[in-house]
């Protein structure tokens, strides 16, 4: 779902009694993608959300990855895991000075940011994680932070299908 119409054809997350916050602080490093894949597969464990593991550990990744490849290595990078009955949301947040942007409709060989430099060919377009993000995850988008100055967060829901 885009997050353009998220807002209108979502129902809310809905926080039911015995829901639990996960939170990670992690520097931004070549190391965090794994300590935050790490960090989500122990947070799901083998509980009632097993099955949704695989993902939760491919999209993180994703996020994480992008997160850390536009922050500079003195920046923190928060990761945030919010479990329910019905599913989790995980939200990534960095200190990068650029919005996140969402993948264009068709395709990624686009600017990663608007008005920004094209992919050189041959390169990993930067807008892949978010591509990956938008055809698994049930619901994403991204938010502006209330911490410093024009950062975002990137978040994704998994759903159980209750």
């Known amino acids: 779902m885009h997050p353009d ?4 054809a979502r129902p809310a997350f809905r926080v039911a009694a015995g829901a639990r916050p996960y939170l990670l602080t992690a ?6 993608p794994k300590t935050a894949r790490d960090f989500v597969r122990a947070v799901l464990g083998d509980g009632p959300l097993a099955a949704l593991r695989d993902t939760a550990v491919l999209l993180t990744s994703e996020a994480v990855t992008r997160a850390h490849l536009r922050t500079p290595g003195s920046a923190d990078i928060l990761l945030r895991v919010l479990t329910a009955p019905q599913g989790l949301r995980i939200s990534v947040h960095d200190e990068g000075p ?15 940011v608007q008005g920004g430099p094209p992919c050189p060919p041959g390169d990993r377009d930067p807008a892949h994680g978010l591509l990956l993000i938008s055809r698994l995850a049930d619901d994403w988008g991204t938010t502006p932070f209330e911490g410093p100055p024009h950062t975002t967060s990137l978040w994704f829901e998994l759903h159980t299908g209750r």
């Open 98 to 112: 650029a919005p996140v942007p969402s993948p264009a409709p068709k395709g990624l060989r686009r600017a990663p």
């Open 27 to 32: 520097p931004s490093r070549p190391g965090t």
């Open 5 to 8: 119409t998220a807002a209108l």
